[in-house]
């Protein structure tokens, strides 16, 4: 079975804090997404990538960064956490060149931002 | 309003009944995916239907797909308690994938 895992299931942090949400899987999926989720908006893109090295921004890239320097991780950072960033962080992966294939989700990770 | 909403936000049925939701969407699409979400977890992937597919089955689930009302329906038949979760709808299109807010779905035993 596909796996993906998330460093953390709870996360607190104070404003102006740097941090690092980290994601795994281990079916050597090609892709990985990061997103977040917030009550009545669903599900939205912070940034994805089709291989190592490479990323892309999603819909709401702002105030994030993200780094895959090998196949099987995939960070997100927030760069200076904002009370606006409480969220819940979910990280998928997929396989396949389009990443339009099912996408495997990881746990979540909810992050409050004091 | 967004791309991939389901509609109703909320559904309540009692036990052996079916539940049909309902996911609307603006664009062009590659193909369309439900998940289903368990309280606080990830998502789980339920099926895929692709743009020039109108009908798919998995199980006791039932999705439809209509591109010219841009429309697509999730079908549980004679659903049960552990059915209870939040279901999305999720629209690809090349490298733009888009979530609905999700509808709400509790099966009273």
């Known amino acids: 079975d596909v796996k993906v895992t998330q460093s953390s299931r709870y996360l607190v942090k104070r404003t102006g804090e740097k941090v690092f949400l980290e994601c795994v899987q281990d079916m050597d999926h090609e892709n990985m997404f990061w997103y977040r989720q917030d009550p009545g908006l669903g599900l939205r893109l912070i940034y994805f990538?089709?291989?190592?090295?490479?990323?892309e921004k999603g819909d709401i890239p702002e105030g994030y960064s993200v780094s895959r320097e090998k196949k099987e991780r995939f960070s997100l950072i927030l760069e200076s956490a904002s009370t606006n960033q409480t969220s819940m962080y979910l990280c998928a992966s997929s396989t396949g060149t389009s990443g339009h294939n099912e996408q495997f989700f990881g746990p979540g990770t909810r992050l409050t931002v004091l | 309003s967004q791309q991939g909403e389901e509609d109703p936000q909320a559904l309540s049925i009692q036990e052996g009944e079916n539940a049909t939701m309902n996911c609307s969407y603006k664009t062009s699409i590659n193909n369309l995916q439900w998940y289903r979400q368990n309280s606080g977890r990830g998502l789980v992937h339920l099926i895929l239907i692709r743009s020039n597919e109108r009908e798919k089955h998995s199980g006791r689930l039932r999705v439809t797909l209509d591109t010219s009302k841009k429309s697509s329906s999730l079908l549980i038949t004679a659903s049960r308690a552990a059915d209870t979760a939040s279901y999305f709808c999720a629209t690809f299109h090349y490298d733009k994938v888009i979530f609905g807010p999700g509808t709400s779905l509790s099966v009273i035993p």
């Open positions: 990538s089709y291989d190592v090295k490479m990323k």
